[in-house]
């Protein structure tokens, strides 16, 4: 039976937020009243829609000051099919974040750019500016089809990277939101000037299959009330995993005949990362392997998964709303029997891929076509200048000199394009002069495999730090590989102020994730290629108490790895369990010596109490210390946490 119009939502209450898309008149109010007004921010519910139009209202905690008004200030985030930036469209971001921003430009782990800092007042001249510079917003955040991810890398003889960048072009305009609101609040009406849509794009968004499309409606294919939560897509390439594939809730592998010509696409669906503490019904799920389609038929699946989630998922528990818990709940077989209802007939068989494995095609490399890009690692994101390091200055000048093309990685990095090898030495000259690094060999591992959200000051979710933490603890973390004797190691460290996942620590060998103020929850056993997800291991671990946590954890990987076999890989296959019963028996094996003690000194304070440990505070007896180890593994809490609620029991503090 061809059905005509979604299910009803459910007997259920449906949340609140679902009662605003309702009545916001496809994402106009109260936006539209609100940006007329003369205040510093907008509502509560004006809020979660202007979200649909790329815009997150925040307030920098460092400025809060007991008794005033919150320091509200606005992200706005664009969006950047397989991270396209054109240089005019570089050019007007860094104008912006000067002119109204925090003098900082940051990269996004889906591949689009940031602008922190921005007032309520100066919203509409940014959004408006950013949309005449060939760039949108519209659809970067909000309970819809966010950023479609694919490979920046510009190999123009590899066929296949090319099929990827245009279908994630085509995919977003698909599912694009088809309202007039966007350009009626920031345009006053004016319609943007961009290029025509592809007539076959246009042709299948109209295209009714089996119940796909919402008729007679502003929105075709998401009607009144949008999706049940944001929808995340990728197009990749066999092998290349880039963009995270396993963690996105739609990902299409190209797949390519001998003599490189577009024959169809793999289909992956059910991935995401977010979660929530204390939560167990809340958890990172990887994708799923659904089908594998024709070219021709490529637009019909993509209509089809959405509208199964359109119509099927939960719309009173956002918690419990993205596609991974409807195939979760579902199964994959009844999930792809759903799907094929809304397709119109059955789908093929997945095709054998590959393994997919993680690059970040940093440094000088040849295009394939004659020209050469340049890969630059950009710490955590953050374009800015800083004493010696001005690489805001460094690419303003590369941009307006060469007028490259810009592809922005979904590890925070960007690749500059298209670049003549003639250019290569101004090029390099200016990089020099700027302190930015062009040579991925010079870069220490540990940060360049690193990534970290935005977290504290800004972020309304962050429970702790995260980009502005990271730094000093990649360097301790180094500190004490060398001290084991471990210099050559490296693995993927990813940290996030809360567990919403943005920074994806859930794929990586090693991840924090925000827990409570200055402690972390830590995660091991991620593939370093993000094909496996990770496991927890302590609930909250004080940042004082990481040498501690993770010396014996990395003696053990020392002493019991096979050959070349990385850190997460080890940790996944011994297991949690044998970590923590290594780490409840390890004894550290020298004691550091100070200058100012003699060596009968040291002899007492070894015969006496625990070895030092890197950052403690006191010193403990041998036998306190190996049992408040003992308990706090056992307990998942950390050492400090433990010592604190004992001491404050004996000193009676409340």
């Known amino acids: 039976m061809v059905k005509s119009a979604p299910p009803p ?39 979660q829609i202007l979200k649909f139009h790329g815009s997150y209202q925040q307030d920098n905690r460092d400025n809060r000051v007991k008794g005033q008004e ?27 974040a000067d002119e109204y921003g925090n003098h900082t430009l940051r990269a996004t782990t889906r591949q689009g750019f940031q602008l922190h800092g921005i007032l309520k007042k100066n919203l509409k001249a940014a959004i408006a500016t950013i949309i005449k510079n060939l760039g949108s917003t519209l659809g970067a955040c909000g309970d819809i089809n966010r950023n479609v991810m694919a490979p920046p890398v510009p190999f123009k003889n590899r066929p296949e990277y090319g099929y990827a960048w245009e279908y994630a072009e085509k995919i977003a305009d698909l599912l694009s939101p088809q309202t007039g609101a966007y350009y009626e609040i920031w345009l006053d009406g004016e319609k943007a000037i961009s290029a025509e849509e592809d007539p076959e794009v246009k042709a299948a968004r109209q295209r009714n299959g089996n119940g ?22 990728s197009v990749t390439v066999p092998g290349d995993n880039s963009i995270d594939l396993y963690s ?19 289909v992956f669906a059910g991935g995401g990362l977010g979660r929530t503490h204390n939560k167990e019904e809340t958890f990172a799920r990887l994708a799923d392997p659904i089908c594998y389609v024709d070219k021709a038929d490529v637009y019909d699946i993509v209509k089809a998964i959405v509208a199964t989630q359109r119509d099927y998922g939960d719309r009173t528990d956002r918690r419990h709303a993205r596609l991974k818990y409807l195939i979760n709940d579902w199964g994959v077989d009844k999930f792809r029997a759903k799907v094929e209802e809304y397709f119109g007939k059955p789908v093929a068989p997945f095709k054998q891929l590959p393994e997919f494995k993680y690059e970040d095609f940093l440094g000088w490399q040849e295009q394939g076509d004659g020209k050469l890009f340049l890969g630059i690692s950009i710490d955590n994101g953050r374009v800015k200048d800083e004493g010696s390091l001005q690489l805001k200055t460094a690419l303003r000048e590369i941009v307006e000199k060469f007028n490259l093309t810009i592809r922005l990685t979904p590890h925070q990095n960007l690749i500059l394009c298209d670049i003549d090898p003639e250019n290569k030495p101004a090029i390099q000259e200016i990089l020099d ?43 301790r973390v180094r500190a004490l590989l060398d001290k084991l004797g471990l210099q050559d190691e490296h693995f993927v460290v990813r940290m996030t102020g809360c567990p919403n996942g943005c920074a994806r620590p859930y794929m990586a060998e090693l991840g924090f994730v925000g827990s409570a103020p200055e402690s972390y929850q830590v995660w091991l056993g991620g593939s370093p290629h993000q094909t496996r997800l990770a496991q927890p291991i302590v609930e909250k671990l004080h940042h004082n108490d990481i040498e501690s946590f993770l010396e014996p954890i990395f003696v053990y990987f020392k002493k019991s790895r096979q050959l070349e076999e990385s850190f997460g890989d080890f940790c996944d296959r011994v297991g949690l369990d044998a970590i923590r019963e290594f780490a409840a028996q390890y004894q550290p094996e020298t004691v550091p010596v100070t200058t100012e003690e003699t060596p009968t000194q040291v002899a007492a304070t070894k015969k006496k109490a625990a070895p030092s440990r890197s950052r403690s505070r006191i010193s403990l007896y041998d036998e306190v210390y190996n049992k408040l180890k003992e308990t706090a593994t056992s ?12 001491l404050k029991a004996y000193l009676q503090i409340d």
Do not use: W
């Open 9 to 47: 939502l459910t007997a259920r209450k449906p949340s609140k937020v679902e009662g605003l898309k309702e009545n916001s008149n496809f994402l106009r109010e109260p936006v539209a009243t609100q940006i007329l007004e003369d205040t510093t921010h907008f509502s509560e519910d004006a809020t």
């Open 433 to 475: 002069r700027c302190g930015v690094v062009s040579d991925p060999g010079k870069i220490e591992p540990l940060f360049r495999y690193a990534m970290a959200c935005p977290a504290l000051p800004t972020c309304g979710l962050a429970i702790t730090e995260s980009e502005r933490a990271i730094p000093g603890i990649l360097e």
């Open 248 to 266: 996105q809730d739609l990902t299409l592998v190209v797949i390519t005949n001998p003599g490189g010509e577009l024959e169809g696409f793999d």
């Open 635 to 646: 307990e998942g809490k950390s050492m400090t946490e433990i010592v604190n609620e004992a």
């Open 70 to 96: 919150k320091d509200y200030q606005f992200m706005l985030r664009t969006k950047n099919p397989g991270g396209l930036v054109p240089p005019q469209l570089y050019l007007a971001l860094d104008k912006l």
């Open 212 to 233: 796909t499309i919402v008729h007679d409606s502003e929105e075709p294919l998401y009607g009144t009330h949008y999706m049940p939560r944001k929808f995340k897509v």
